[in-house]
């Protein structure tokens, strides 16, 4: 599969370097100076994934994410930002961005994120494609939580709940093991599937989730904290 990748970066130096890189391994690779060039670029071509700036000019990347989920995108979004940029991370996340990577960075860093989210990415699509003919459906349910691995949807008292595959991937993982603690380092090693380096990510993510999936995110029914331990889905 030739996977589409979008650089969505004002630095042109930057653009062009990381450019060179992935089409080095084989990626097809789009560029965009701001959000504004960013979202044109998506709405004409097929995106598999988006390395995505936050500082840019007319529209940043924070309200580009918003714009880009907005519009039903699922494809995974890797956002970057300078160290001093520590809340725009945050925001970016709870925007729908998958991950971050903090400048300056090395080339083999980028590389491995992007390599592993289109791996995950690819298999998340595989899974909407639907299950195979004859196979009994794999449905999850907790309460009026219902999440169904096959068709990758998610069910609230029989209404839909839109993810992003990383957000799945999660709820999914925690659904399949009701009551059981996983730790934030074994989220992102079974998730990402590489060893856990930095779990901050794993903390929005499951704001997120909750933000989607609780009546109250405050006092969850479905999606508890083990403080200290972990995270875990809530035997009913």
């Known amino acids: 599969m ?5 650089i969505v970066e004002d630095d042109k130096d930057i ?8 089409k080095n391994q084989g990626y097809i690779v789009f560029q965009a100076a701001d959000g504004v060039e960013g979202l044109s670029v998506i709405e004409k071509e097929t995106i598999h994934l988006a390395i995505v700036d936050v500082m840019m000019p007319r529209m940043d990347g924070i309200n580009m994410m918003m714009r880009v989920r907005e519009l039903g995108y699922e494809f995974p979004v890797i ?30 860093e980028l590389l491995a ?8 990415y690819s298999r998340f699509l595989e899974m909407k494609d639907g299950q195979k003919a004859g196979d009994e459906e794999r449905v999850y349910t907790i309460g009026g939580l219902e999440v169904h691995e096959d068709t990758v949807e ?23 093991s009701p009551g ?28 997120k989730i909750r933000e989607k ?10 999606l508890k904290v083990v403080w200290g331990v972990g995270y875990k889905i809530d035997k009913q």
């Open 213 to 222: 999936i609780e009546m109250n995110p405050r006092e969850p029914k479905y």
């Open 15 to 22: 653009r062009e370097g990381i450019e060179i890189y992935l």
């Open 154 to 176: 998610v069910f609230l008292d029989g209404n839909p709940v839109k993810l992003t595959p990383t957000e799945f991937k999660i709820l999914l993982l925690l659904i399949k």
């Open 180 to 207: 059981r603690v996983y730790s934030a380092e074994e989220i992102y090693e079974r998730v990402w599937n590489e060893q856990a380096i930095n779990t901050d990510t794993i903390m929005v993510h499951v704001r």
């Open 2 to 6: 030739d996977y589409h990748i979008l």
């Open 79 to 108: 956002m970057l930002s300078a160290k001093s940029e520590e809340v725009d991370k945050i925001m970016g996340l709870n925007m729908g961005a998958d991950d971050y990577v903090t400048k300056p960075f090395t080339t083999m």
């Open 113 to 120: 994120r992007v390599n592993s989210h289109l791996r995950r």
